[in-house]
């Protein structure tokens, strides 16, 4: 257990309105990622980070913002949802730079109507 | 860019059947090999992952063998059981990192399992 967590599980929202979504952990891990899941696309990296004001654009970031002013929390913005932004959301880690894997929070189900 | 392709799904067997879910891959150098699966209503675990050419992965079962020479890590498992059912997620990350630090994983588009029983 990489202790993350992922907040809010499920939200709804309306088009048109800010959302930020909270990954958290608990291990000081240097390494965390945003992804989203769609159907037919798998998963694709949204933003990720190398640490605390250390954060870098994945290959789906129009649309997205992040943020990371303490190690254990990442936080994803929409600054203004849109319907195209309906997805499971996941955000994930990894513990440093010799460790391959990484280890996935259990995600957030976003809906914007 | 690095990509993943594995087959398409929905996959559906029967219970103590042979599975196999292919999967190849395009990438610059030598990446790290996984496969990662996802049960209804969670976030994805790894399975198993290979680090070099020829390396087997394995774990609950499951076997996937890294070939360089056809660039595919195939996940097969001799005898799969309901349980097994889930979403099954190739995917590779390149060890070389401008940064000197973790990539990012390139996934598969998944291909969903059913086993019957």
């Known amino acids: 257990d990489a202790g993350i967590t992922q907040s809010p599980r499920h939200k709804v929202t309306e088009t048109g309105t800010p959302v930020t979504l909270r990954c958290h952990q608990t291990e000081n891990h240097r390494y965390m990622y945003w992804y989203r899941q769609d159907p037919g696309h798998g998963l694709r990296l949204i933003h990720y980070?190398?640490?605390?004001?250390?954060?870098d654009k994945g290959e789906v970031s129009d649309g997205y913002s992040v943020s990371r002013s303490k190690t254990e929390d990442f936080l994803l913005t929409l600054e203004s949802a849109t319907s195209s932004q309906t997805s499971v959301y996941f955000c994930?880690?990894?513990?440093?730079?010799?460790?391959?894997?990484?280890?996935f929070g259990p995600g957030t189900r976003l809906t914007v109507l | 860019g690095d990509s993943v392709t594995q087959m398409e799904g929905p996959v559906t067997l029967s219970e103590e059947a042979f599975l196999t879910i292919n999967c190849t891959y395009t990438a610059t150098g030598y990446p790290s090999l996984f496969w990662y699966v996802q049960y209804p209503g969670e976030g994805l675990q790894l399975l198993l992952k290979?680090?070099?050419?020829?390396d087997k992965g394995s774990n609950k079962g499951f076997e996937a063998t890294y070939r360089k020479e056809t660039t595919s890590f195939h996940l097969e498992k001799g005898s799969v059981q309901v349980s097994d059912s889930a979403v099954y997620f190739c995917?590779?990350?390149?060890?070389?990192?401008?940064?000197?630090?973790?990539?990012?994983?390139?996934f598969g588009k998944g291909t969903k399992l059913t086993v019957n029983p």
């Open positions: 290979a680090t070099k050419a020829d």
């Open positions: 980070s190398y640490g605390v004001k250390d954060t």
């Open positions: 994930a880690i990894t513990p440093d730079f010799l460790t391959d894997t990484q280890y």
């Open positions: 995917a590779l990350k390149n060890k070389v990192n401008s940064r000197g630090g973790s990539e990012k994983l390139v």
